[in-house]
């Protein structure tokens, strides 16, 4: 793959590489670098997705993939009877788009307490992490859960 990468930001250089680690297309869609977000790959078959989100809940949050794109939203409400003296959390709403290579989905099995179970994405300590794994290829619209 050969990519010009002059004046490409930092995130958009995570992005990159993880493309060029794949062997596969994975490419950032939209420009935006909000909120925070690293792009880890775990191994050859597993890339991991970890987005910032503090002060979100799972109620706030949307995991889609549409035509191979992943798409991966916030949005909430400003509670108005609120007086911040000081205000550094930002809130606002955002919207990410990843374009996934046609064998990879959202998803990983993981063994838990004796069962196998498939987890898409999980909201930790601010942090919403989504694996993706290498799987065969399938085009469909999909929904994920967050636990």
Same mark, same amino acid.
Request: proline share 3%; charged share 25%.
């Given at each position: 793959?050969? /990519? /010009?990468?002059?004046?490409?930001?930092?995130?958009?250089?995570?992005?990159?590489?993880? &493309?060029?680690?794949?062997? &596969?297309?994975?490419?950032?869609?939209?420009?935006?670098?909000?909120?925070?977000?690293? +792009? +880890?790959?775990?191994?050859?078959?597993?890339?991991?997705?970890?987005?910032?989100?503090?002060?979100?809940?799972?109620?706030?949050?949307?995991? #889609?993939?549409?035509? *191979?794109?992943?798409?991966? *939203?916030?949005?909430? #409400?400003?509670? *108005?009877?609120?007086?911040?003296?000081? #205000?550094?959390?930002?809130? /606002?709403?955002?919207?990410?788009?990843? #374009?996934?290579?046609?064998?990879?989905?959202?998803?990983? %099995?993981?063994?838990?307490?004796?069962?196998?179970?498939?987890? *898409?994405?999980?909201?930790?300590?601010?942090?919403?992490?989504?694996?993706? +794994?290498?799987?065969?290829?399938?085009?469909?619209?999909?929904?994920?859960?967050? %636990?």
């Amino acid at each position: 793959m050969n /990519r /010009r990468i002059n004046n490409t930001s930092p995130f958009e250089m995570l992005d990159l590489l993880a &493309t060029s680690m794949m062997g &596969t297309e994975f490419i950032k869609v939209s420009g935006y670098n909000y909120p925070p977000h690293n +792009v +880890v790959q775990i191994s050859d078959d597993h890339i991991q997705i970890q987005i910032s989100v503090a002060g979100f809940k799972k109620s706030d949050l949307s995991i #889609k993939e549409v035509d *191979s794109v992943l798409i991966v *939203s916030g949005s909430k #409400k400003e509670a *108005s009877e609120i007086t911040y003296l000081f #205000k550094g959390l930002a809130s /606002r709403s955002f919207e990410l788009k990843w #374009k996934l290579p046609a064998d990879m989905e959202v998803g990983i %099995t993981e063994l838990v307490n004796g069962e196998l179970v498939k987890k *898409s994405a999980s909201l930790d300590d601010g942090i919403l992490t989504i694996d993706l +794994v290498r799987v065969e290829n399938s085009n469909k619209v999909k929904s994920y859960d967050i %636990t």
